[in-house]
């Protein structure tokens, strides 16, 4: 299958600072990817649907100012935390899906654990 | 009601066993499901994926899909103790601008 990157793996900052979060596709061009967030023994919940070249669109309760996201190439979506604070500390999870290819899977990041101090 | 439902478990089969994991969603004009496995720590790996209704088999698994009852389903059989994971359902609908819907989750546990 198609190979997605996310990094760093696992990070810890200080409640108040930012924290960024890459994801790449890296064999294929994903017009779409998607965040999600997990807290433990809970499922994955998606925070924001990330678009190249245009404004995330992001689920009902996310606040969009806080989880700042980024697509600005076919391969690359970021998603920054800002002034993170000790809730914040989740499982973040990006997946892409190739682009036009609407219905088929999509293919998940490692995935990467975020502890707000 | 969720968009897509499963039974959280936990679902105990001996090893050996046929594993049987179910799934329903609300949205009629649903297109593509999937079947993902998780680990404890570890991101959704994809295991199976399904368009059309009837079976769909590879290998020890088999995703069986009623587009009618809203039904869907993964088979595991000769159950390994590897197999104890998360198993997620997801729903696809073109009309949701290609957002992916997860399930809950399903925890199956393979006793030896």
């Known amino acids: 299958g198609a190979v997605v990157s996310q990094h760093p793996s696992w990070v810890i900052c200080k409640s108040g600072t930012s924290v960024k979060i890459e994801c790449r596709s890296l064999?294929?061009?994903?017009?779409?990817m998607f965040w999600y967030r997990q807290f433990p023994k809970q499922s994955l919940m998606l925070m924001a649907t990330?678009?190249?070249?245009?404004?995330?669109?992001?689920e009902q309760g996310v606040e969009k100012d806080k989880f700042l996201i980024n697509h600005a190439s076919l391969t690359l979506s970021t998603l920054t935390v800002t002034s993170a604070h000790p809730e914040d500390s989740s499982f973040y999870i990006c997946?892409?899906?190739?682009?036009?290819?609407?219905?088929?899977?999509?293919?998940f990041g490692q995935g990467t654990r975020l502890t707000v101090v | 009601q969720k968009e897509v439902e499963q039974n959280s478990g936990p679902l105990s089969v001996p090893e050996g066993a046929i594993a049987s994991l179910n799934c329903t969603y609300s949205?009629?004009?649903?297109?593509?499901f999937f079947w993902y496995r998780q680990y404890s720590g570890k991101s959704p790996e994809l295991i199976m994926s399904?368009?059309?209704?009837g079976d769909k088999e590879d290998g020890r698994f088999t995703a069986q899909l009623n587009k009618a009852s809203q039904y869907v389903s993964l088979l595991i059989r000769d159950s390994q103790p590897s197999d104890s994971a998360t198993y997620l359902c997801?729903?696809?609908?073109?009309?949701?601008?290609?957002?992916?819907?997860f399930g809950s989750g399903t925890r199956l546990s393979i006793r030896p």
């Open positions: 064999d294929f061009q994903a017009t779409t």
């Open positions: 997946s892409a899906r190739e682009e036009g290819a609407w219905d088929t899977e999509a293919f």
């Open positions: 399904i368009y059309s209704n």
């Open positions: 990330s678009n190249e070249g245009s404004k995330a669109t992001y």
């Open positions: 997801a729903v696809s609908t073109y009309s949701s601008a290609s957002k992916i819907i």
């Open positions: 949205d009629r004009v649903s297109q593509s």
